[in-house]
T-cell receptor, first 114, second 111 residues
Framework: EAAVTQSPRNKVTVTGGNVTLSCRQTNSHNYMYWYRQDTGHGLRLIHY???????QIGDVPDGYKATRTTQEDFFLLLELASPSQTSLYFC?????????????FGHGTKLSVL | GEKVEQHESTLSVREGDSAVINCTYT??????FPWYKQEAGKSLHFVIDIRSNVDRKQSQRLIVLLDKKAKRFSLHITATQPEDSAIYFC??????????FGIGTRVLVRP
C-alpha cells in the first residue's frame, strides 16, 4: 500500500506569515500533487510535479510556490499567507502510467490563517 | 479546461437500498473517470474507476456507468451498509493528464 506522509497535521499562522507544508512518499512514484479541499469547491489542484526539480502549475496556483527536492519530497510554500488560504491541504502521489493512474493521498494538513 | 459537475451534494438512503451519484463533464476528450471516497475526518482513497473504452464496470457492490454521448457518469452503491457513509468525489481526465474533481457528494446511510 502506497504511503504518503504530510507534516504538520495542523498549522495556525497569521496573515502575512510564512508557511511550509511538507510531503513525503515512499513508493517511488513519479508524480506528486498538492490539492486544497474547500466546502463547495471539492479538491482543486495547486501544483504538481513529475520528478525531482520539476514543477507544473495546477488550477489554483496563485499565492503558492512548490518545490520537489527529491523523488520522495514535495513542499508547498505560502510566503505571505492570507485568510483565503485557510483550507485543508492534501498531498498525493501516483505512477500515472497508462494502466494505473490511481492517486494515493496523505492524511492532510489543516491550515488556519488568522 | 475540463469541468466536472457533481449533481447531488447530499444523499440519504436507508441501509440496504441503493445510492446513485451522478456526474457530468465538459471535455469530450476525457477518457478516465475515477471515484474517491473520504470517510469522516480521514483522507481520500480510490474506490473504482472506468475508462472510455467501456460503459460499465463493477467491483463488488460498486457499479460505474459511463454515457459518453451525454458526457455523464455515475456511481451506484448497491445494498448500502453503514460503512458506505462518506463523501464521494468523482473526477475526470484525459488519459495520463491531471484530474479534475467534482465538489463531492455526502452519502448518509440510515439504519
Amino acid at each position: 500500500e502506497a504511503a504518503v506522509t504530510q507534516s504538520p497535521r495542523n498549522k495556525v499562522t497569521v496573515t502575512g506569515g510564512n508557511v511550509t507544508l511538507s510531503c513525503r512518499q515512499t513508493n517511488s512514484h513519479n508524480y506528486m500533487y498538492w490539492y486544497r479541499q474547500d466546502t463547495g469547491h471539492g479538491l482543486r489542484l495547486i501544483h504538481y510535479s513529475y520528478g525531482a526539480g520539476n514543477l507544473q502549475i495546477g488550477d489554483v496556483p496563485d499565492g503558492y510556490k512548490a518545490t520537489r527536492t527529491t523523488q520522495e519530497d514535495f513542499f508547498l510554500l505560502l510566503e505571505l499567507a492570507s485568510p483565503s488560504q485557510t483550507s485543508l491541504y492534501f498531498c498525493a502521489s501516483s505512477d500515472r502510467t497508462e494502466s494505473n493512474e490511481r492517486l494515493f493521498f496523505g492524511h492532510g494538513t489543516k491550515l488556519s490563517v488568522l | 479546461g475540463e469541468k466536472v459537475e457533481q449533481h447531488e451534494s447530499t444523499l440519504s438512503v436507508r441501509e440496504g437500498d441503493s445510492a446513485v451519484i451522478n456526474c457530468t463533464y465538459t471535455d469530450t476528450a476525457s477518457s478516465y473517470f475515477p471515484w474517491y471516497k473520504q470517510e469522516a475526518g480521514k483522507s481520500l482513497h480510490f474506490v473504482i474507476d472506468i475508462r472510455s473504452n467501456v460503459d460499465r464496470k463493477q467491483s463488488q457492490r460498486l457499479i460505474v456507468l459511463l454515457d459518453k454521448k451525454a458526457k455523464r457518469f455515475s456511481l451506484h452503491i448497491t445494498a448500502t451498509q453503514p460503512e458506505d457513509s462518506a463523501i464521494y468525489f468523482c473526477a475526470a481526465s484525459l488519459a495520463g493528464n491531471k484530474l479534475t474533481f467534482g465538489i463531492g457528494t455526502r452519502v448518509l446511510v440510515r439504519p
